[in-house]
């Protein structure tokens, strides 16, 4: 099994930045792709970005391409979502997820291990 800790999430104006971690720990062998998804209040969970283990591929929505970058540290088993100049729709709930399919790394359904999820709060 794999498990996930996200951290990082936290109350930030318009324009500011936060730096997300999820910690993987477990079988993590198995696991090929690493994403973050967010949910906000009354919507539907949505991809934001996805990072190859491997092979350092990313993957971006065109909602946060630009602003936000993925990155992995393999040695401390670390994914990281650098978030910068937030805006207001940013806020949700920002969940670490781990794939150990071939299948599409911007469906939630492609992911096998979530963490518990880490609120982002956009305030202006």
């Known amino acids: 099994q794999v498990r996930l800790v996200e951290s990082g999430g936290g109350l930030v104006q318009a324009g500011g930045s936060l730096r997300l971690s999820c910690a993987a720990s477990?079988?993590?062998?198995?696991?090929?792709?690493m994403g973050w998804f967010r949910q906000a209040p009354g919507k539907e969970r949505e991809f934001v970005a996805a990072?190859?283990?491997?092979?350092?591929?990313?993957y971006y929505a065109d909602s946060v391409k630009g602003r936000f970058t993925i990155s992995r540290d393999n040695a401390k088993n670390t994914v990281y979502l650098q978030m910068n100049n937030l805006k207001r729709e940013d806020t949700a709930v920002y969940y670490c997820?781990?794939?150990?399919?071939?299948?599409?790394?911007?469906?939630?359904?492609?992911?096998?291990?979530w963490g518990q999820g880490t609120q982002v709060t956009v305030s202006s």
């Open positions: 990072i190859n283990w491997s092979g350092g591929r990313t």
């Open positions: 997820a781990a794939s150990s399919t071939t299948q599409s790394a911007t469906m939630s359904r492609s992911y096998d291990y």
């Open positions: 477990g079988r993590t062998f198995r696991t090929y792709v």
